[in-house]
Structure formats: structure tokens, C-alpha cells
């Protein structure tokens, strides 16, 4: 028996660490050789890696969020041929993890682990009233002379309804079921909640979102926004692209987009400017020749851009192809680097979602 370290493999991009993203093997597993064994994240590009040797796993290095550097000891296999075996290496440290962030929930591309902080219930109740009575919380006169606990005397108030309006069923005492009774012959009244109540959930940001939400925030500060809204009567255009689409043959269905693109890649000529990127640093523009359009693009695992080529080069079913070809490889998440990065301009068309 031997071993074998994995050192994580410089991805060809020149950088100094990854991000892993997620692990498909745990400690104990064994694996084939070339199957995959864990998932990591360059700039926006998902990188699967492969078990270099068959065996089992000894040991691994880093959670899903956290950062390793270029060529330290990602895992650590257990073979059964000593003469292929690597000597055995120290896995690195396990670097500080990411800090968790507040966010909305993560789609089905899973690049959130899911874990969410537990929530002491005891945390969320109201504290105990020294006093059965009126607690001086601005409830209405009449609701202080109707006994009624705490946390019944809330939740009456967080619905809008007086006490003395609720009839008890023993006692005079307002118990929750006398609430719930008075609901259900009120229905319509508006005392009903939009909702049930909910706890806080917190949603580790880590992989694409994470970069997204990154890049997201530096735009905001480094770009100047605003909105122009202008309106365009498309009808001939819309004549043009059913007549396209009822002759198409085997070629993809022609949307809007690639007639939207057709048309800025003739105007941009005219307007320069708008096609090119400010060096703050060095206090120069660089107006771009060429085209490479950024195309918005919305995959489980969140907002992706990929960049179609010299778009000012391609034809309508040219583009039309790309269009398609690009927007697969994003969302199945085996777009390259090179197809994620470098645009020039973007476009986004929210299609057939409307609005």
C-alpha cells in the first residue's frame, strides 16, 4: 500500500488560488481513477477535477467556500500500487473559511451548501410579563381589563383585534383557541395574516454567487449608472424574423436577440464610445475594434455572462447558433473561461419572460 498527495494543478489562468465549490468524495470513500472527485472555481469558470489514481481517500483540505492555494495538497489517496504512489505530503492547513453571508436562497445548481443557522425558539418568544393585566405597550383601554397571556395578548394586537371583542370559553380568560374561533367567524374581516411567521435563515455565499455578488458591488462603485428608456415600433422587424423562422430548415429558431445584436453591432461604428473601457488607474479609454457581446444569461447556479466572438463578423444564424451553443454551455456549467470572460459591451433581453 502506498499513498498519493493531489496538489492542486495550475488551471492555465496564471492565479494564485481556487475556490472550492464542491466535493463530490468524502474521507473513507473509495474511487476510480478519473472520476470525479471535487469541483473548483477560477474567476467565474467551474473546473472539475479528476482522481488522478484509484484508491481511497485519506484526507482532503478545505470545506466548499474556502480558498487553496495553486499547488497545495488538495487530497491525499490511499493505493494499492507502491510504485505509482507519491510520498506523502502534509495537507496544507485548512485556510480561514469565507465569511457567511446574508442572501436570497440558492437555486438548484447547488453552489450554496444549504446550511442554515439554527434558531433557539426560546429566542423568538416574547419575554414574560411580570403582569397577566395590561402591559402598557399602547394596547387599546378595553383589551388591559380582559385577562389574556403575553404572548395571546400579541398575537391579538399583531392581527388588529381588540379583546373585549373576543368572547372566552371559560373563565374570562382569552386563550388562544378563543382567538382562533374568532378568525374563523371573521374570515373576512382582513384578521387574517398574508403569512405564518418565520425564522432568519442564513445561506452560505460561496462559488459563482459569491463572484457574482463581488463583481456586482464593484460595478456599483466603479461605474457610473443611470436609465434611458426609449420605445421602437419592431413590426417589420417581427415580420422579418416569422418569415427567417418559416424557412429555417435544421437551423435554430431566430429570436429577437440575435436581430438586437445584428443591429448594435452596425450602429456602434456611429458611437464608440459606448463600446469601450475606462482605465481609472491610468487615466486612458480604450475603444474596442471588435465586438465581444456579453450575453446575459440566467442558470441554476446564478447569472452568467458569456461572451460571444466578434460578434460584428457573424451573420443573423451565425449569431443564432452561438447564441444557443453558448447559453447551454453556461447552464450546464460547462462553459471555459476564456467563453465567460473579456466582453466588450453586454446585452441583456429578459425575452419571454416580459415584464
Known amino acids: 500500500m502506498g499513498t498519493?498527495?493531489?496538489?492542486?494543478?495550475?488551471?492555465?489562468?496564471?492565479?494564485?488560488?481556487?475556490?472550492?465549490?464542491?466535493?463530490?468524495?468524502?474521507?473513507?470513500?473509495?474511487?476510480?481513477?478519473?472520476?470525479?472527485?471535487?469541483?473548483?472555481?477560477?474567476?467565474?469558470?467551474?473546473?472539475?477535477?479528476?482522481?488522478?489514481?484509484?484508491g481511497r481517500i485519506l484526507k482532503t483540505?478545505?470545506?466548499?467556500?474556502?480558498?487553496v492555494a495553486i499547488g497545495s495538497v488538495l487530497a491525499v489517496f490511499e493505493t494499492e500500487d507502491e510504485a505509482e504512489a507519491a510520498p506523502a505530503v502534509e495537507v496544507a492547513p485548512t485556510p480561514t473559511p469565507l465569511p457567511a453571508r446574508e442572501g436570497p436562497g440558492v437555486g438548484s445548481g447547488g453552489v450554496a451548501d444549504g446550511t442554515s443557522a439554527s434558531v433557539d425558539e426560546g429566542s423568538l418568544r416574547s419575554p414574560p410579563s411580570p403582569s397577566l393585566?395590561?402591559?402598557?405597550?399602547?394596547?387599546?383601554?378595553?383589551?388591559?381589563?380582559?385577562?389574556?397571556s403575553p404572548a395571546v395578548?400579541?398575537?391579538?394586537?399583531?392581527?388588529?383585534?381588540?379583546?373585549?371583542?373576543?368572547?372566552?370559553?371559560?373563565?374570562?380568560?382569552?386563550?388562544?383557541?378563543?382567538?382562533?374561533?374568532?378568525?374563523?367567524?371573521?374570515?373576512?374581516?382582513?384578521?387574517r395574516p398574508a403569512g405564518g411567521a418565520r425564522a432568519d435563515e442564513q445561506?452560505?455565499?460561496?462559488g459563482l454567487r459569491r463572484r457574482i455578488a463581488e463583481n456586482m458591488a464593484a460595478s456599483k462603485r466603479h461605474i457610473p449608472h443611470f436609465t434611458y428608456v426609449d420605445e421602437i415600433d419592431v413590426t417589420k422587424l417581427e415580420e422579418l424574423r416569422a418569415d427567417l423562422n418559416a424557412t429555417r430548415g435544421v437551423k435554430p429558431k431566430i429570436t429577437m436577440l440575435p436581430l438586437m445584436i445584428t443591429a448594435i453591432c452596425k450602429a456602434l461604428p456611429d458611437f464608440p464610445m459606448i463600446n469601450a473601457r475606462y482605465d481609472d488607474e491610468?487615466?486612458?479609454?480604450?475603444?474596442?475594434?471588435?465586438?465581444?457581446?456579453?450575453?446575459?444569461?440566467?442558470?441554476?447556479?446564478?447569472?452568467?455572462?458569456?461572451?460571444?466572438?466578434?460578434?460584428?463578423?457573424?451573420?443573423?444564424?451565425q449569431l443564432a447558433i452561438e447564441i444557443v451553443r453558448l447559453a447551454e454551455a453556461a447552464k450546464s456549467g460547462k462553459a471555459k473561461s476564456e467563453e465567460l470572460s473579456g466582453s466588450t459591451l453586454t446585452i441583456t433581453s429578459l425575452g419571454p419572460l416580459g415584464g
Open 282 to 317: 491610468a487615466g486612458v479609454v480604450t475603444r474596442s475594434g471588435a465586438v465581444h457581446l456579453g450575453m446575459a444569461t440566467q442558470t441554476d447556479a446564478g447569472l452568467m455572462v458569456p461572451v460571444i466572438r466578434n460578434a460584428e463578423q457573424r451573420n443573423i444564424w
Open 133 to 148: 393585566e395590561g402591559r402598557g405597550d399602547g394596547t387599546a383601554k378595553e383589551d388591559r381589563k380582559v385577562l389574556a
Open 203 to 206: 445561506v452560505k455565499v460561496i
Open 4 to 54: 498519493y498527495s493531489f496538489k492542486l494543478p495550475d488551471i492555465g489562468e496564471g492565479i494564485a488560488e481556487a475556490e472550492i465549490v464542491a466535493w463530490h468524495v468524502a474521507v473513507g470513500d473509495v474511487v476510480e481513477e478519473d472520476a470525479p472527485f471535487a469541483d473548483v472555481m477560477t474567476d467565474k469558470a467551474t473546473v472539475e477535477l479528476t482522481a488522478p489514481v484509484g
Open 61 to 67: 483540505s478545505g470545506e466548499a467556500g474556502e480558498m
Open 153 to 191: 395578548r400579541q398575537r391579538a394586537k399583531d392581527l388588529g383585534i381588540d379583546l373585549a371583542d373576543v368572547k372566552t370559553a371559560e373563565a374570562g380568560r382569552v386563550r388562544h383557541a378563543d382567538l382562533d374561533a374568532f378568525l374563523s367567524y371573521n374570515a373576512g374581516g382582513g384578521y
